[in-house]
């Protein structure tokens, strides 16, 4: 099981990112995903998330409204898109997967998870 987050960078404020999560090792419609972020000195936090289970998407509020996750069946992927990003968005972003079997719904956690990929940072300066 393996998961690839790509597509960070350096952008301006006011600027667009699209993350991606490309799984392999299992189909990933079975799994639940989400997305973490982890600042210098800070906890990492869930993001946002997107469920099979019931089909549906979860946001942190800060970024509710800007950022917008997806999915992509047929090539295995999720996506993180991300708009009007702030300073304040700046840090290292994960994404990881748990099994429906396992997800109990508690999605901003990250004990929630069994599987990581490696992080991609996202600066956020002008």
């Known amino acids: 099981v393996q998961l690839q987050a790509s597509g960070g960078g350096l952008v301006q404020p006011g600027g667009s990112l699209r993350l991606s999560c490309a799984v392999s090792g299992f189909t990933s419609v079975d799994y639940a995903i989400g997305w973490f972020r982890q600042a210098p000195g800070k906890v990492r936090e869930g993001i946002s998330c997107?469920?099979?289970?019931?089909?549906?998407?979860y946001y942190l509020d800060s970024v509710k409204g800007r950022f917008t996750i997806s999915r992509d069946n047929a090539k295995d992927t999720v996506y993180l898109q991300m708009n009007s990003l702030k300073p304040e968005d700046t840090a290292v972003y994960y994404c990881a997967a748990v099994s429906d079997n396992y997800y109990s719904g508690s999605w901003y956690y990250a004990y929630e998870y069994d599987f990581w990929g490696q992080g991609t940072q996202v600066t956020v300066s002008s």
């Open positions: 997107f469920s099979n289970s019931d089909n549906s998407t």
